[in-house]
Every structure is written in C-alpha cells, then in structure tokens.
C-alpha cells in the first residue's frame, strides 16, 4: 500500500530546495529554483504521464491540495483514470455549445 500524506505544513514551508517532492497519492509539490512552490496531481493515462497544475502554495492549501486529489479519484473511479477529472472548478461547454469570439462580443450587447 502506498503512503499518503506525507507532508506537514511546517515542512512544505521549510522546503526551499529545487525539486519535486511526493506527498502520496500522485500528489506533488514543485520548488523552483525562484522559489515559487506549487501542487502537482501525476497519473499515468493511457501509458502516458500527465501532469495536472493545481495551483500556487500561497493559493491552495496543503489540506485544499488533498481534497483536489481525492476528487480526481472519486471523479474517475481509478488514479488511472485522472484525465476523466481535469477542469475541477471550471464550467463544461455543452455539446453543440457556439463558440464566442471576441468579434462577436459587441453584437451581444
């Protein structure tokens, strides 16, 4: 069985070194060399590796970070299937949807 949760918050404050570190579960978090800290979610699809930016430390949380991940797994019903989750938080175009352009914008008003 693998590890989850590995990390404190006092440790992800205290990671200052460029790399990526594993809290379990296909979540990560990546250092930068500027410094800039931000969450990862890693799965493989289709035999592919895909990498999914959740966002900045300073805007998720450690705890909001986790959430994210175990709604990829209950979304897809497998860690393999992470794609099926991808736009947590963002609105799905319909089928058929138009699209709009910003030519097409003025007309709306």
């Known amino acids: 069985m693998h590890v989850r949760n590995k990390f404190n918050v006092k440790q992800i404050a205290n990671l200052t070194e460029p790399g990526i570190y594993s809290d379990g579960g296909g979540l990560y978090l990546r250092v930068r060399s500027t410094g800039t800290r931000s969450w990862l979610f890693v799965r493989m699809?289709?035999?592919?590796?895909?990498?999914?930016?959740?966002?900045?430390v300073q805007?998720?949380?450690?705890?909001?970070?986790?959430?994210?991940?175990?709604?990829?797994?209950?979304?897809?019903?497998?860690?393999?299937?992470?794609?099926?989750?991808?736009?947590?938080?963002?609105?799905?175009?319909?089928?058929?949807?138009r699209k709009l352009t910003v030519s097409k914008c003025p007309n709306l008003y």
């Open 59 to 97: 805007d998720i949380s450690l705890s909001k970070a986790r959430e994210i991940r175990e709604h990829f797994f209950k979304r897809s019903g497998s860690a393999s299937g992470a794609e099926a989750g991808r736009r947590i938080g963002t609105a799905r175009t319909p089928l058929g949807a």
């Open 45 to 56: 699809v289709d035999g592919k590796r895909k990498e999914i930016g959740l966002g900045s």
